[in-house]
């Protein structure tokens, strides 16, 4: 990088020196130095040890024959011994660069006493302990080599880099800070403490010596430009902490300059009688020592800077970005004065596009530290108006972790800034609390909370239940706007962390709904909402569906406080609801969600005192009375659980629950009665029939949740059913609700057996009401009638469940209840299956505009009618042949049933692994058998094939345990190839079944191939064998994939060729040829080892590549980002650019012949391992464009449904 790239303004601050062409080196100014009194003859003035710092030029570290570097220290206050440094203090016994790493690893050494250890060594010879802490660094780099004295001597930094480089010969490319496990983490956070320690412990004397350091950084500055991962990623650790322990170091040095300067004006500020003798020389020479002080860690950071960070912030690992980025927020907080200027800030808006999370999660909270500052504020505004846009569009970042971060940022800046953030910049915001990840929805709840509370401020409200009102208000007018009605729980829960206080005040609701507050039909309802999700959230202390974050054990303490607010919600609630109730009887949406309240009570205190008793009959009187009312589902499955809730056994007051629920059904029963005989007679009216529907479809709802048969309904309503159909007027609400009431009192009827022991006539008399009604409900599933016909199939589902053999099978005396369904009832299940749930027909007659809702409902239908007929089959109360009307759709519905029928089959697996397997190729069959019969295109047999692939792999990995499935299946299919056809149909018509057959051999075993080929042969007639199918399926048994055996078979035969896909399968290993491609070749375990070795760059090639190339393309070895050229810190280029590494590419490649002729073949193969390969990289991580690619907009949160659409949680219970 040319010394016109870019503008460094916070580094030209520290000092003004220029750039003289080169990124490492560094023009020191000249200053002049105090001048320290010494006896004897004095020692020749020793030049600033420039070289160690250009690491660009790869100067050596001085020479020990130097006289001039074995001169003591300039400065008395920090003055060593003044004995020369000789050799023999190398026989001494001092601390070893394996001790010191040993301590770094472990974590456990007290990190002061290894660094006074190490320094004592160094005080006896420097040389010697800066050789000591040479080799720790590079044994931290997991590098085996040394570093001796005579490399050190005599050597350059190139050069032994270099050495190093073709000594790291470590078996695996692991080295100590990518180590995985505990390790890691003590390893890392050990260095950073040696090198805090180490800064702290020399800040008042070796840090200026012009050595140690300069030396330091001069290696740490090469190693961090190696192409060896391992060097640049400790390097570069190591050079950032440094530079950050020279940070605090200089402004402590500032600080002190500062207090001496002000003591220097005081002091010249008196009276020449009143000064101390000396005191204004004595100040004087500190003020030049301190500002000499200063100038030098200007210097080492303006080297550290411009020689490691401004080329490894952009490095192709997102570690090292990470740690840079990391680094620049700390020295930005600890030092603005030097830093916190567009020059520093400037890459930190870049980085907000890196293409890593990790790395634009340490920008985000480096901003972060910024912000918190009220003094940092005014020298942000260029940068927030800036990248302001920029960070908006991160709240959808990919990662949640850094959308989090970045709407912690959002709120910084809105409550930190004058112009915080606009309303429609705001609206980027508010969504996000309808989001899926919690704590990304938690921390917009913040934001949200916040910006609530700055709009009530400012209305000034006089008290805390005033400005809860208008909390409220200003909440509903939010959750209206943002047309997410459905969502109530979420935004509950997203306030629930920083609005708990307010959102658990139910006086305030509750006076806001019973008193005239102003509030709206609307809005009513949707303060409804939002208290029953509060009273949920405070009952439950669980989130809603889809935020669950794993199984949270509440401990003592939640608990705890989870019952004091149920019992402060009973309280409240308990004299309120039913006033509540009376107000908003009518409203059938507000009614429904009121009476789910008494679910989250502590119901056992109805029964603490008569008082309460009392509320309990006005709740029971409201619910008799909304049942009255209402006909809508919703409002009747509510009452009907909150009966059951009430009517437990368990609580004292359960017969006033009973005596209520009995008074209601003998209205209904009643009812009902009055209309019978005019229905079955067919004399009622529009309003009978009305009213009559009414009266069943309410006891329907209310038999959910208690026992009817002690009405004696079942006769009645199988009368109604019978009556109107042989009468063939179908009322769709009068029959949907006489099947239901007919099949509650068969479940109740089960149940009740199961808890008596009922007499031999009692369960007589039962089967034959079941036996009844099956026969009616198979009429049904023949109705053009869609309500009735799904209602029935449902009904069936659940009855032949419940009085299957298996659910007998532990009560012997229930055997006689046992009802197997027959045949005729079986094929209408079926046929339904096919016509109604397998079609498209009813999705096709749906009109394009229609609401997303009316499908989701209809598909959620269909999965529940599916799942009713997999557990059938699993369950065994069909046989598992049936199955086959399941297994054939796998494909082609995968999207909308695949998890259901995947289940169904490894259910099945599991009962009978050999009949499964014969069911599997059953169903390939039938597919088969309809094609031929139907005259259809091969097309239709590439469609059967790939359902033949998803069903193979259902057979797991364990080959051995689907051994013998496996064999049945083949076995099976085989004789199905060549069995005798019908007279119809053509001769051996079925041998193109093999094919499809072959899908299944890459899973058998070698010795099934053989006996499975000999069966083949067997089976097989003698002139058939040379036919294609039978060909392509040998093939499929000699080898391992039927995919190469069709392949080969196409290019040889075209008559059997067709257009069946290659399966999608992502390839394990690289391609070869043509001929081996297919699905065989992911199935080989064995990797090529013929393939040609690739082209791998070298710190010895970079050396030859320099001679052709500029120094631009060596220093930027494996970066990412490259640095906009422009004079302006905040161009219109800020987004990055492309990296075009195609000249560096070409310049490797050309050399590698050269280099491989000049050194030998095994010293360049040792380095493949260590060396980055550009090729490899660029794979793993594509080229960037504009550093749009990590913030997709299109890649939003997607709002949770809180619709139940699998059933997989209870299919199979």
């Known amino acids: 990088m040319e010394s016109g790239d870019s503008q460094l303004d916070s580094v030209e601050e520290l000092d003004d020196f220029s750039d003289s062409g080169s990124d490492y080196e560094a023009t020191l100014k000249a200053s002049k130095r105090r001048k320290q009194a010494v006896t004897g003859p004095r020692p020749p003035k020793r030049p600033r040890y420039k070289a160690a710092l250009r690491a660009s030029s790869s100067s050596p570290i001085p020479s020990l024959s130097d006289s001039s570097l074995q001169q003591p220290s300039r400065r008395t206050s920090r003055q060593a011994s003044p004995r020369p440094v000789t050799r023999t203090n190398e026989g001494n016994r001092c601390i070893s660069a394996e001790n010191i790493y040993d301590a770094v690893r472990s974590g456990k050494s007290a990190m002061v006493t290894v660094v006074d250890e190490w320094l004592d060594s160094y005080k006896q010879s420097r040389e010697a302990g800066l050789l000591v802490l040479i080799n720790f660094i590079v044994q931290s780099c997991g590098c085996k080599g040394m570093v001796s004295r005579e490399m050190l001597d005599s050597m350059q930094h190139a050069e032994i880099i270099g050495m190093l480089t073709k000594e790291f010969n470590e078996d695996s490319v692991n080295y100590?800070?990518?180590?995985?496990?505990?390790?890691?983490?003590?390893?890392?956070?050990?260095?950073?403490?040696?090198?805090?320690?180490?800064?702290?412990?020399?800040?008042?004397?070796?840090?200026?010596?012009?050595?140690?350091?300069?030396?330091?950084?001069?290696?740490?500055?090469?190693?961090?430009?190696?192409?060896?991962?391992?060097?640049?990623?400790?390097?570069?650790?190591?050079?950032?902490?440094?530079?950050?322990?020279?940070?605090?170091?200089?402004?402590?040095?500032?600080?002190?300059?500062?207090?001496?300067?002000?003591?220097?004006?005081?002091?010249?500020?008196?009276?020449?009688?009143?000064?101390?003798?000396?005191?204004?020389?004595?100040?004087?020479?500190?003020?030049?020592?301190?500002?000499?002080?200063?100038?030098?860690?200007?210097?080492?950071?303006?080297?550290?800077?411009?020689?490691?960070?401004?080329?490894?912030?952009?490095?192709?690992?997102?570690?090292?970005?990470?740690?840079?980025?990391?680094?620049?927020?700390?020295?930005?907080?600890?030092?603005?004065?030097?830093?916190l200027n567009d020059g520093c800030l400037k890459y930190l808006g870049w980085t907000l596009h890196d293409k890593q999370s990790p790395v634009r999660l340490q920008c985000v909270r480096a901003l972060q530290g910024l912000y918190q500052e009220k003094e940092f504020i005014g020298r942000l505004e260029l940068f927030t108006s800036r990248f302001k846009e920029r960070m908006l569009s991160m709240v959808l970042d990919k990662d949640p972790g850094v959308a989090v971060e970045v709407v912690n940022l959002l709120l910084l800046i809105q409550q930190r800034t004058e112009e915080g953030l606009g309303e429609e910049e705001c609206g980027h915001i508010y969504p996000l609390v309808y989001a899926s990840n919690r704590a990304l929805a938690s921390v917009a709840g913040v934001f949200l909370f916040n910006k609530l509370k700055s709009v009530i401020a400012s209305d000034s409200q006089e008290n805390d239940k005033m400005e809860n009102a208008a909390f409220f208000q200003i909440l509903i007018s939010f959750f209206i706007q943002s047309e997410f009605h459905e969502h109530g729980a979420y935004l509950v829960d997203s306030l629930w962390g920083v609005a708990r206080s307010e959102l658990r005040d139910w006086e305030t609701m509750t006076t806001l709904l019973l008193h005239e507050s102003g509030l709206m039909y609307e809005e009513e309802g949707v303060l409804i909402e939002l208290m029953m999700c509060a009273i949920r959230q405070a009952a439950q202390a669980t989130p809603p569906v889809g935020r669950t974050q794993g199984k949270k054990i509440l401990g003592m303490k939640d608990k705890k406080v989870q019952e004091q607010d149920r019992?402060?919600?009973?309280?409240?609630?308990?004299?309120?609801?039913?006033?509540?109730?009376?107000?908003?009887?009518?409203?059938?949406?507000?009614?429904?969600?009121?009476?789910?309240?008494?679910?989250?009570?502590?119901?056992?205190?109805?029964?603490?005192?008569?008082r309460l008793e009392k509320h309990l009959d006005l709740l029971l009187s409201q619910v008799c009375c909304i049942i009255e009312k209402h006909t809508e589902v919703t409002v009747l499955e509510a009452c009907s659980n909150l009966v059951s809730s009430l009517g437990v056994d368990f609580y004292t007051f359960s017969s006033r629950t009973h005596l209520a629920f009995s008074q209601v059904m003998?209205?209904?029963?009643?009812?009902?009665?009055?209309?019978?005989?005019?229905?079955?007679?067919?004399?009622?009216?529009?309003?009978?029939?009305?009213?009559?529907?009414?009266?069943?479809?309410?006891?329907?709802?209310?038999?959910?949740?208690?026992?009817?048969?002690?009405?004696?309904?079942?006769?009645?309503?199988?009368?109604?059913?019978?009556?109107?159909?042989?009468?063939r007027e179908f009322d769709k609400e009068l029959m949907v609700s006489a099947l239901k009431c007919a099949a509650f009192n068969l479940m109740w009827a089960k149940v009740n057996a199961v808890n008596s022991t009922p007499a031999e006539g009692e369960l007589k008399r039962l089967k034959k009401e079941m036996r009844s009604f099956c026969k009616v409900c198979e009429t049904c599933l023949s109705l053009d009638q869609t309500e009735i016909r799904d209602q029935a199939f449902e009904l069936l589902c659940d009855l032949l469940l419940?009085?299957?053999?298996?659910?007998?099978?532990?009560?012997?005396?229930?055997?006689?209840?046992?009802?197997?369904?027959?045949?005729?009832?079986?094929?209408?299940?079926?046929?339904?299956?096919?016509?109604?749930?397998?079609?498209?027909?009813?999705?096709?007659?749906?009109?394009?505009?229609?609401?997303?809702?009316?499908?989701?409902?209809?598909?959620?239908?269909?999965?529940?009618?599916?799942?009713?007929?997999?557990?059938?089959?699993?369950?065994?109360?069909?046989?598992?042949?049936?199955?086959?009307?399941?297994?054939?759709?796998?494909?082609?519905?995968?999207?909308?049933?695949?998890?259901?029928?995947?289940?169904?089959?490894?259910?099945?697996?599991?009962?009978?692994?050999?009949?499964?397997?014969?069911?599997?190729?059953?169903?390939?069959?039938?597919?088969?058998?309809?094609?031929?019969?139907?005259?259809?295109?091969?097309?239709?047999?590439?469609?059967?094939?790939?359902?033949?692939?998803?069903?193979?792999?259902?057979?797991?990995?364990?080959?051995?345990?689907?051994?013998?499935?496996?064999?049945?299946?083949?076995?099976?299919?085989?004789?199905?190839?060549?069995?005798?056809?019908?007279?119809?149909?053509?001769?051996?018509?079925?041998?193109?079944?093999?094919?499809?057959?072959?899908?299944?051999?890459?899973?058998?075993?070698?010795?099934?191939?053989?006996?499975?080929?000999?069966?083949?042969?067997?089976?097989?007639?003698?002139?058939?064998?040379?036919?294609?199918?039978?060909?392509?399926?040998?093939?499929?048994?000699?080898?391992?994939?039927?995919?190469?055996?069709?392949?080969?078979?196409?290019?040889?035969?075209?008559?059997?060729?067709?257009?069946?896909?290659?399966?999608?399968?992502?390839?394990?290993?690289?391609?070869?040829?043509?001929?081996?491609?297919?699905?065989?070749?992911?199935?080989?375990?064995?990797?090529?080892?013929?393939?040609?070795?690739?082209?791998?760059?070298?710190?010895?090639?970079?050396?030859?590549?320099?001679?052709?190339?500029?120094?631009?393309?060596?220093?930027?070895?494996?970066?990412?980002?490259?640095?906009?050229?422009?004079?302006?810190?905040?161009?219109?280029?800020?987004?990055?650019?492309?990296?075009?590494?195609?000249?560096?590419?070409?310049?490797?490649?050309?050399?590698?012949?050269?280099?491989?002729?000049?050194?030998?073949?095994?010293?360049?193969?040792?380095?493949?391992?260590?060396?980055?390969?550009?090729?490899?990289e660029r794979e793993e991580e594509p080229e960037i464009e504009n550093y749009e690619s990590d913030s997709d907009p299109e890649s939003t949160y997607t709002l949770p449904s809180t619709r139940h659409t699998s059933v997989l949680d209870e299919l199979f219970d």
């Not at 067919?682 to 069943?696: E, H, I, N």
Request: charged letters at 25%; a negative charge.
């Open 176 to 339: 100590p800070l990518c180590t995985p496990g505990p390790e890691l983490k003590h390893f890392k956070a050990g260095l950073l403490e040696f090198v805090r320690v180490l800064v702290r412990s020399c800040r008042n004397s070796l840090i200026y010596d012009e050595y140690l350091f300069s030396s330091l950084l001069a290696l740490l500055t090469g190693l961090s430009d190696s192409q060896v991962r391992a060097f640049r990623h400790t390097s570069t650790l190591i050079a950032m902490k440094l530079m950050t322990g020279l940070v605090e170091v200089a402004v402590l040095v500032s600080v002190q300059l500062q207090t001496t300067q002000r003591q220097y004006d005081m002091e010249n500020g008196k009276e020449a009688r009143d000064r101390a003798p000396g005191r204004l020389e004595e100040l004087q020479a500190t003020i030049s020592q301190l500002q000499e002080n200063r100038e030098e860690l200007s210097s080492m950071m303006n080297v550290t800077f411009r020689g490691v960070f401004v080329h490894r912030f952009r490095d192709r690992l997102p570690e090292i970005r990470a740690t840079c980025i990391e680094e620049l927020g700390m020295w930005l907080k600890t030092n603005p004065e030097d830093f």
């Open 802 to 1176: 419940l009085y299957s053999v298996s659910s007998a099978r532990f009560e012997p005396a229930l055997q006689t209840l046992v009802h197997l369904p027959s045949d005729s009832l079986r094929s209408e299940m079926a046929a339904f299956l096919l016509d109604y749930v397998f079609s498209e027909t009813e999705d096709a007659e749906l009109d394009d505009d229609i609401e997303d809702a009316m499908k989701i409902t209809l598909l959620q239908r269909k999965r529940n009618q599916l799942a009713g007929y997999c557990k059938l089959v699993i369950y065994g109360v069909l046989d598992l042949t049936a199955a086959t009307n399941v297994f054939k759709h796998y494909s082609k519905y995968f999207k909308d049933f695949g998890d259901i029928i995947k289940e169904t089959v490894s259910k099945s697996k599991v009962i009978n692994p050999i009949q499964s397997a014969k069911t599997v190729c059953l169903s390939l069959q039938q597919l088969f058998s309809e094609m031929l019969t139907e005259d259809r295109s091969r097309q239709d047999l590439s469609e059967i094939r790939d359902l033949a692939k998803r069903l193979a792999m259902s057979f797991g990995i364990n080959l051995n345990r689907a051994r013998k499935p496996l064999v049945a299946l083949h076995t099976e299919g085989v004789r199905f190839a060549f069995r005798d056809p019908p007279e119809e149909e053509e001769p051996q018509s079925n041998v193109a079944f093999l094919e499809i057959l072959s899908e299944f051999s890459f899973k058998l075993l070698p010795q099934d191939r053989i006996e499975l080929a000999a069966f083949l042969k067997s089976v097989c007639p003698g002139d058939a064998l040379s036919w294609p199918p039978v060909r392509l399926y040998q093939r499929s048994l000699e080898g391992r994939s039927s995919a190469k055996a069709r392949e080969q078979e196409e290019e040889g035969d075209a008559v059997s060729s067709h257009n069946a896909p290659v399966a999608k399968r992502k390839r394990t290993t690289p391609q070869r040829s043509g001929a081996s491609t297919g699905r065989g070749s992911w199935l080989d375990s064995s990797i090529q080892s013929s393939l040609a070795t690739p082209a791998f760059t070298s710190t010895a090639q970079k050396q030859a590549a320099k001679q052709l190339d500029s120094r631009d393309t060596e220093s930027d070895t494996g970066s990412v980002l490259t640095e906009p050229e422009s004079e302006d810190e905040f161009s219109v280029g800020s987004k990055m650019r492309r990296v075009k590494p195609s000249r560096r590419r070409q310049l490797s490649s050309s050399q590698t012949g050269r280099s491989l002729d000049q050194r030998g073949l095994n010293s360049q193969l040792t380095l493949l391992s260590l060396i980055e390969d550009d090729s490899a």
């Open 666 to 727: 003998d209205g209904l029963t009643e009812c009902l009665n009055a209309y019978l005989s005019d229905l079955l007679q067919g004399t009622a009216d529009d309003d009978d029939v009305y009213s009559a529907a009414t009266a069943l479809k309410k006891i329907a709802a209310l038999s959910s949740a208690k026992d009817p048969t002690g009405w004696k309904l079942f006769d009645s309503c199988l009368e109604l059913l019978k009556s109107k159909m042989e009468s």
């Open 567 to 610: 019992r402060r919600i009973t309280t409240h609630f308990i004299p309120l609801l039913p006033q509540l109730l009376a107000k908003y009887s009518a409203d059938a949406e507000k009614v429904t969600l009121l009476l789910k309240a008494p679910l989250y009570f502590s119901l056992e205190m109805y029964s603490s005192s008569l």
